[in-house]
Nanobody, 115 residues
Framework: QVQLVESVGCLVQPGGSLRLSCEAS????????MGWYRQAPGKQRELVAAISPGGRTNYADSVQGRFTISRDNARNTVLLQMNSLKPEDTAAYYC?????????WGQGTQVTVSS
């Protein structure tokens, strides 16, 4: 079983930056794939960014060029660097890990982009 603990989100002004972190309870090098998802009120949860053990990444079109996902194996942590934030990035962000055929989710953290 994998436990995921996300950093606390916050209120950010449009154009600002924020970095989210997700710490796993096990060595992340053993985790097949990790990613960040988000869910805005009234909308379905969607993939934001994902990263494979080898470092291959993929991003939603809406965040391409603004967000960067990375892995810090020494700290068992996955990071999501978010730049040039827009009001439409407002959502609850969730960390996900795929391990031994099962999906594990963090508790979610709220990011609000507003002036």
């Amino acid at each position: 079983q994998v436990q995921l603990v996300e950093s606390v989100g916050c209120l950010v002004q449009p154009g600002g930056s924020l970095r989210l972190s997700c710490e796993a309870s096990i060595t992340i090098s053993s985790i097949n794939r990790m990613g960040w998802y988000r869910q805005a009120p009234g909308k379905q949860r969607e993939l934001v960014a994902a990263i494979s053990p080898g470092g291959r990444t993929n991003y939603a079109d809406s965040v391409q060029g603004r967000f960067t996902i990375s892995r810090d194996n020494a700290r068992n942590t996955v990071l999501l660097q978010m730049n040039s934030l827009k009001p439409e990035d407002t959502a609850a962000y969730y960390c996900k890990a795929q391990y031994n055929g099962a999906n594990y989710w963090g508790q979610g953290t709220q990011v609000t982009v507003s002036s």
